[in-house]
């Protein structure tokens, strides 16, 4: 499994988000590396399939379902993921536990 935190370096969350990504992944016994790669240029937000910051890909796919068909790409905003009816700045626990199940 592959999993790449793409972020800003403006981006105000995304050391938490990071924190709790490696807190899910020790949770639930995911053993893998996290490659953290910083989105300065919009070449590389279309390079990487970048929706804005922070964004989590795992095996390529980015982990939020709703965005998988999105392609507005950009190295110039935030972003934030609604999950439960509820909106935040980052993905919470169980959007990035439900997406480790379905990548295996």
């Known amino acids: 499994m592959n999993?790449?935190?793409l972020h800003t370096t403006d981006c105000?969350?995304?050391?938490?988000?990071l924190a709790v990504?490696?807190?899910v992944l020790k949770e639930v016994g995911v053993?893998?590396?996290?490659e953290e790669i910083i989105v300065a240029t919009q070449e590389?937000?279309?390079r990487y399939k970048f929706l804005g910051s922070p964004t989590i890909l795992i095996d390529g796919i980015d982990l939020d379902p709703k965005?998988?068909?999105?392609?507005n790409y950009t190295v110039a905003s935030c972003r934030s993921y609604l999950y439960d009816n509820k909106f935040y700045e980052y993905p919470p626990k169980k959007m990035i536990?439900?997406?480790l199940?379905?990548?295996g």
């Open 3 to 5: 999993i790449q935190f």
């Open 12 to 17: 105000h969350v995304w050391k938490d988000s």
């Open 21 to 23: 990504l490696k807190e």
């Open 31 to 34: 053993d893998e590396k996290v």
């Open 44 to 46: 590389e937000a279309e």
């Open 67 to 71: 965005a998988r068909n999105v392609t």
């Open 97 to 99: 536990i439900e997406s």
């Open 101 to 103: 199940k379905e990548r």
